[in-house]
């Protein structure tokens, strides 16, 4: 009896130790969900934690990696231990040198601060690529004679036995060009537009696939399709082609490994056979594509199909050692749209209305006899008259021409291009056309999205809906400026500005990972950094460029703005040559005057330009050299930084000397003794401001010249590319909140809100895209999808609702919402590295209710706006001192509290 009663004691004891509770989800590997084919040999792991309650930290962890995903002794390779650490992001692998094409699984435990000790996580998976180039067996093979523009896409197969039971079978392959793989028949993979865009020369992506499924026993057959894409089509302006090659060709490895231990190699070689007589007749990612379904090759990817006709391939001489495995998101077809419309314009022309403007194609579904022919013609807006609208794509044609077999219905989509549009014009389509026979198919890279805003203006709920949709649009492997008109380059001024509301609003640390390495590969051996990136605007090979600030300023602020959203050093330490040659590059530039003189070529891209019949209102015009040499301080500041998070101190202190006497020499030339900055453009003061390049005793008298610009403009901007994403957060850093939000609600031009209310659903390249009397700026340049001045969402997460990281990667966050009385109501939600983030606030009943929640494994400064602790309660109690609240402070009308983990619900009393 005694026995027993120790033995449940024992086991209630163990109970309070072992929580059910404390378990860990969301594993991911270097930011991926159990990827397959990368190249780190050393990958870094992240977990979140789930425990109820309040105030729950880890205390430590212990990682074990196997080579099954039961985790058998003898299959267990590398163990952590029990490591005393709260860390649970990119925690590195530290075991044996992994080896190719293996699949390697990992768990994740944890302990906490309440003594519990979780279970093992469920397991995760990575998988490694060919870690070195010998490891490719393949050659390239190319079609003989496929150098022309606009060419047929060239097909190529092989057929193959394999007759034994399989355990596993991986594909690794890339292309120049677009590739579309398939095998006995079938797609392989979810992914389009593959390999992606790089700089091709310097890095091409291969990407792997688990076909261990899609092979037969017996005879399999492999095709490869391949399109002009990044590679041989259009690109830039004018007749600019081909810029990194006018042979398309592909390098295909299968690896399958039989249950018997044994294992077979199928690759490109010269046994493959080829032919350019398919269905599609043209492709280009401009000019969009041409497919005669009479022609096409019924049963090319299948076994037993008669290939007599089909030529022996040419295999190429290259070098694979820009070969890597793929870093960014992939790109897929994320989601389907249907029209809201279809009429016919005043003029007569058949037009669907998308309702959306967005990035992809159609889906087109149509019956009629053999040999019609049914074009789509998109476009982003309608003229004044109700037209059809296609200027502003200058000489992009975005044209789909479809060939009917006359087989009964038949279903289209382009493979190898893409467009951006709202209205598509139907010609030729026979039979009457109705929503059933379109589908938008939209296309961009794989982002899990991350954050959402809303408060109880609809109009900024548009604004908000419009800057996710631009950043759907425009990250199609690339950040791009514009997804339609004949550009849709990787503009690093663009990306500068946008990448902190980017990563509120979507997981883009994959991809940016990927882009900025594209970066480094790009930038000149002086340190230029070209103004697109991959750079297409030089000559492949050039070893200068002339670059621009605020554009060149990617290389540096990027890579800290990535650091500060997820924690990751790897974004400082892979860039820091990158951002290092760039400041270098800079310093040699404006020598011992500090001022970088002629640095700026776009200076404060498509600032407020007043119309041309208003002669008293001043512009948005900001000087050049002031904005180059701002930016040569603030570039230089954030590499100081780096240089210390990453403990390189002789460069932190001379990077810090170096910022304080380009502001030393900024204030003499640019700063006048009453406060005056610059040219007193808004941009003027907001980079002053915003890149700390004034004495302290003048910061508010900038600030009060600020306002005072923007209420002689009846609370209207004038900021271009370069002042806009910090003008709000200038004004609300120096006690101007309210001013900020006069701007965000603004509804006439300029303002974010006018292209609203002129019916966008995307963000506008310009202000005023679309005039007041309908009538359209420059076709020139005038996209209906471009993100830059989306960056405003950033204030909206960060400021308006109040989510903030105080340090880097939200380990310790700052919720600070800001009501207004403009507003009823605002709230966002992050979804962080260690969780999900809330804020928000609610006027209600003469109170102001902040709702707030902190991940696991987190702290908080919560500040709230209260005249004293009296006035607040937490959870309907006076709000006072316990676990999870603490050092709670009052002071100039807010409230400071310390916050543990959990969620809470505050009431502020005026």
Known sequence: MKSLRLALLFLFISGLTFSQDLSLKDLTTDHKVNPIGIDNKYPGFS???????????????????????????????????????????????????????????????????????????????????????????????????????????????????????????????TSHGFYELHLNGKKVGNQVLTPGWTSYGKRLQYQV??????????????????????????????????????KLGVLFQLKISYTDGSEAVIVSDQTWKASNEGAIRMNDIYNGETYDATKKLTGWDNPGYDEKNWQNVQTGNYNNSNLIASEGLPVRKIEEIKPVKIFRTPKGSLIADMGQNMVGWLRLRVSGPRGTVVTLRHAEVLDKYGEFYTENLRVAKCQLTYTLAGTGEEVYEPRFTFMGFRFVEITGFPGELTTDNLTGVVVHSDMPVTGSFECSDPLINQLQHNIQWGQKGNFVDVPTDCPQRDERLGWTGDAQAFCRTAAYNMDVSAFFTKWLKDIAADQKQGGEVPDVIPDILNRQGATTAQPSAGWGDVSVIAPWTMYTVYGDKNFLTNQYPSMKAWVEYIRKKAGESYIWTGGSKYGDWLFYHPPVNNHTEPDGYTDHDFIATAFYAYSTSLLAEAAKVLGKNDDARMYSDLFNRIKEVFIDEYVTKAGRVGTNSQTSYVLALKFNLLPENLRSKAAAFLVEDIKSRDNHLSTGFLGTPYLCHVLSNNGYTDVAYDLLLQESYPSWLYPVKMGATTIWERWDGEKTDSTFEDPGMNSFNHYAYGAIGDWMYRVSAGIETNGAGYKHIIIQPHPTSKLTYSKASFESSYGTIASGWERKDGKIIVKVKIPVNTTATIILPASGQSKVAESGKALTLNTYLTDIKYSDNQLTMQAGSGDYIFEISD
Request: hydrophobic fraction near 35%; avoid cysteine; proline fraction near 4%.
């Open 47 to 173: 977990w979140k934690i789930t425990e109820s309650g309040n105030n729950v930290m880890q205390t430590a962890y212990s990682i074990r990696v196997a080579t099954d995903e039961k985790f058998s002794a003898s299959k267990i390779i590398w163990q952590s231990g029990k490591v005393e650490s709260d860390e649970s992001i990119l925690q590195s692998y530290k075991g044996p040198e992994p080896m190719s094409g293996q699949r390697y699984f990992w768990q994740v435990k944890v302990w906490d601060n309440k003594g519990h000790e979780s279970k093992w996580s469920t397991p995760a998976y990575w998988e490694t690529g060919l870690l070195s180039p010998k490891e490719w067996k393949a050659k390239w093979i190319e079609m003989d004679g496929d150098t022309l523009r606009y060419s047929p896409s060239p097909h190529f197969r092989k057929e193959f036995l394999s007759v034994k039971p399989i355990a596993k079978a991986r594909v690794y392959i």
């Open 209 to 246: 696939y688990d076909v261990t499924n899609m092979l037969l026993k017996g005879n399999n057959a492999v095709g490869v399709v391949l399109g002009d894409g990044w590679y041989r089509g259009t690109l830039g302006w004018g007749d600019n082609w081909a810029i990194y090659g006018k």
